[in-house]
């Protein structure tokens, strides 16, 4: 977490101080890229439903956030094509009316029988 975090400070131009909060526990970096203020969250846990949380708490505490990217470490989608992804490779997706432009995909633990294999 935190080799992930020196990585994502390392590119702001300027980090401001933080805020104080009471509701809100995440920990966040504040700080400025060109000419955008950026939040910076880092998850306490990994998993969907905690990165949904942070999220959403991070959009409760911040109101005139316009844009939202979640930025991790993954270990891709192994597919012979076009659609390769390999651990390392950068993804951006864009929503469209019918898909939300992320997708989750997991192949669950491999084991024979197992009934949580899912498939690209």
Known sequence: MGVELAAVEAMLDEIHPSLPSVRDKNCYTLGRMGVHNVAIAVMPEIGTDKAATVATQLLNEF??????????????????????????????????????????????????????????
Do not use: C, Y
């Open 63 to 120: 109101k005139s956030i316009r844009f939202g990217l979640l930025i991790g470490i993954g270990g891709g989608i192994p597919v012979e094509g076009e659609h390769d992804i390999r651990l390392g490779d950068v993804v951006v997706s864009k929503p469209t009316a019918m898909f939300g432009g992320v997708v989750q995909f997991d192949r669950g633990k491999v084991h024979p029988g197992a009934s949580n294999r899912r498939e690209w």
